[in-house]
């Protein structure tokens, strides 16, 4: 038996290749033949993972069915497309999800959605400060680990774990889920203030606003404070907000420089996963009755219905209140 990956960009394929970095084999499959093509006969992935030579007991596949010998699916698509992944996937195998984001018209977190679509496998959560790149180059990771069944949850664990690659355990699935995905509309803030000049003041302003933005929402979801304080959370949020590494800074940035949405968005191939979450979470933050006013901004800036000096003006304007 071997551990599967679903999804064949840059995560997926870092993860692929922590697992197998040791010669053991694990199944990849990708959406793009050319994907396929390029690891099963070179050992690369130029088109989501350049540069990084992968291990020959990686199997890449076409074909969902080819999934079927896997004792553990590593679910890694976007989050928009998990619900129809995991639904091709062989039922009553452990899930560990790894997407971060909300579905868009159900407003349904992944685990929510995974269960609905294969309600017989056993689901957990895999989410941190992750850089794909640096995980595939075997750099000093640490990373939440979420699983309601304890027992299920430490053999995962036990299983992912590398010299250099330390999952650290919870039972708060929700919180390490909201974590991920409010994070990214966050970075996206963090990338306009970047772009437009705003300084590195307003860039903390905006990461410990924001916290407090994720905290709210996460609480009024039942997550609990102390995940969204850890790796998940505030981990993954200063990691994504600090650098253009990250494809949702990159975005802010652009939208920071002037650009309009519609462009950047247009024709990319790498997911910025905030994009898409934004509009939800706003909707779903509005009928929680959850104050997210740089949410709120970052809604406005994507749908390029607000010029961007006005939006800061609107941050900046907002009444004077305790923290
Ligand atoms: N790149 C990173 O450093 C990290 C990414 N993640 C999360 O992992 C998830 C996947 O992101 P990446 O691997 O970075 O993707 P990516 O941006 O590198 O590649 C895009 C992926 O989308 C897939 N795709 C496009 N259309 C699809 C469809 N119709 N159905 C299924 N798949 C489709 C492509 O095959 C490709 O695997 C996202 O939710 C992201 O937030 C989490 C941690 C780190
Ligand atoms: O989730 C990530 C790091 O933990 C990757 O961030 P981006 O999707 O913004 O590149």
């Keep these: 038996m071997k551990a599967g990956v679903i999804g064949a960009g840059a995560w997926g394929t870092a993860l692929a290749q922590l697992l197998a970095a040791d010669g053991q084999a694990v199944r990849?499959?990708?959406?793009?033949?050319?994907?396929?093509?390029?690891?099963?006969?070179s050992q690369e992935n130029p088109l989501y993972l350049p540069g990084i030579p992968l291990s020959p007991s990686i199997a890449a596949t076409g074909a969902m069915a080819d999934m079927a010998d896997c004792d553990l699916l590593l679910v890694v698509s976007p989050a928009q497309h998990l619900r129809s992944v995991v639904a091709q996937a062989p039922a009553g195998v452990p899930l560990l999800l790894c997407s971060k984001g909300i579905e868009a018209g159900t407003s349904l977190l992944m685990s929510e959605v995974a269960q609905q679509a294969q309600p017989r496998s056993p689901i957990a959560v895999l989410s941190g400060p992750t850089f794909a790149h640096e995980v595939a180059r075997g750099l000093p990771t640490a990373i939440t680990l979420a699983c309601e069944d304890a027992a299920l949850g430490q053999r995962l664990a036990e299983r992912i774990a590398r010299p250099a690659f330390r999952p650290y355990l919870s039972d708060d699935v929700i919180g390490a889920e909201i974590g991920g995905a409010v994070k990214n509309v966050l970075a996206i803030a963090c990338g306009v203030a970047?772009?437009?000049?705003?300084?590195?003041?307003?860039?903390?302003?905006?990461?410990?606003?924001?916290?407090?933005?994720?905290?709210?929402?996460?609480?009024?979801?039942?997550?609990?404070?102390?995940?969204?304080?850890?790796?998940?959370?505030?981990?993954?949020?200063?990691?994504t907000c600090s650098s253009t590494n990250s494809r949702n800074f990159s975005l802010g940035k652009g939208l920071g420089e002037g650009q309009a949405a519609a462009d950047l968005l247009a024709n990319r191939r790498t997911v910025a996963e905030g994009a898409f979450t934004a509009p939800v979470l706003r909707a779903a933050a509005l009928s929680a009755g959850v104050e997210m006013p740089v949410v709120d901004a970052v809604c406005a800036l994507l749908a390029?219905?607000?010029?961007?000096?006005?939006?800061?003006?609107?941050?900046?304007?907002?009444?004077?209140r305790p923290e």
């Design 28 to 41: 990849l499959w990708a959406l793009e033949a050319e994907v396929v093509d390029a690891v099963n006969g």
């Design 194 to 239: 970047e772009g437009a000049g705003l300084g590195l003041n307003a860039r903390a302003a905006l990461i410990s606003r924001g916290f407090a933005e994720m905290t709210r929402f996460g609480l009024a979801r039942g997550a609990r404070a102390e995940t969204l304080g850890g790796l998940s959370g505030l981990g993954d949020l200063v990691l």
């Design 304 to 320: 390029d219905a607000v010029p961007l000096a006005q939006v800061i003006d609107a941050l900046l304007a907002r009444p004077l």
